[in-house]
């Protein structure tokens, strides 16, 4: 059963940039069947879809978050990371990646999430 | 690409059925069959239980049953239980490999 668990800093400051990784445990990230993705939610709010990647390298994003974010792959380690730039109070949120069925696009296994709060 | 819309808020008594609606436009809902609906508990992370409408993952109750109609998406919950009282939110491809949510919709039970 695959595990997914994020890493990261809780706090980052206004202007600079979030770092997350994930790491996958119990099945391999170059599957050809899942995409692997990052999903956010601001404290009390609904959820956001950031982004999606496939093992080749191959990255989707939110059209609203696309200038600020890298999504990346280490096929090697089993990780996948998320980069998002010139962070503001707005960016603060549990941050979560998930396992997303290449097919039907749903996420099917989600890590337990990361709150990282964006202030001086 | 606008979030999708779910009613803030469902209530029911146990053994009830109910109903969260999920609308969206031509451009997502209306255009594919990848819809899905999550349930989230507090401080807990999302757990996947339709995708493509109205299948559900193995392990999800049959209570649970996803639909759609033109733009709008829903999902019932039948039998209700008091278990059932959590966070639900819809999501749907939205074309050009994008992915949209709902607001989410909190559901008590009575």
């Known amino acids: 059963q695959v595990q997914l668990q994020e890493s990261g800093p809780g706090l980052v400051k206004p202007s600079e940039t979030l770092s997350l990784i994930c790491t996958v445990s119990g099945g391999s990230i170059s599957s050809s069947s899942y995409y692997w993705g990052w999903i956010r939610q601001p404290p009390g709010k609904g959820l956001e879809w950031i982004g999606s990647m496939f093992y080749s390298g191959h990255t989707d994003y939110n059209p609203s978050l696309k200038s600020r974010v890298t999504i990346s792959v280490d096929t090697s380690k089993n990780q996948f990371s998320l980069k998002l730039s010139s962070m503001t109070t707005t960016d603060t949120a549990v941050y979560y990646c998930a396992r997303q069925k290449w097919s039907t696009r749903d996420f099917d296994s989600w890590g337990q999430g990361t709150l990282v709060t964006v202030s001086s | 690409q606008s979030a999708l819309t779910q009613p803030a808020s469902v209530s029911g008594s146990p053994g009830q059925s109910i109903t969260i609606s999920c609308t969206g436009a031509?451009?997502?809902?209306?255009?594919?069959?990848?819809v899905s609906w999550y349930q989230q508990y507090p401080g807990k992370a999302p757990k996947l239980i339709i995708y493509?409408?109205?299948k559900r993952p193995s392990g999800v109750s049959n209570r649970f049953s996803g639909s759609k109609s033109g733009n709008t998406a829903s999902l019932t919950i039948s039998g209700l239980q008091a278990e059932d009282e959590s966070d639900y939110y819809c999501?749907?491809?939205?074309?050009?490999?994008?992915?949209?949510f709902g607001g989410g919709t909190k559901v008590t039970v009575l």
């Open positions: 031509s451009s997502d809902v209306g255009s594919y069959p990848l």
């Open positions: 999501c749907s491809y939205a074309g050009s490999s994008t992915l949209v």
């Open positions: 493509e409408g109205s």
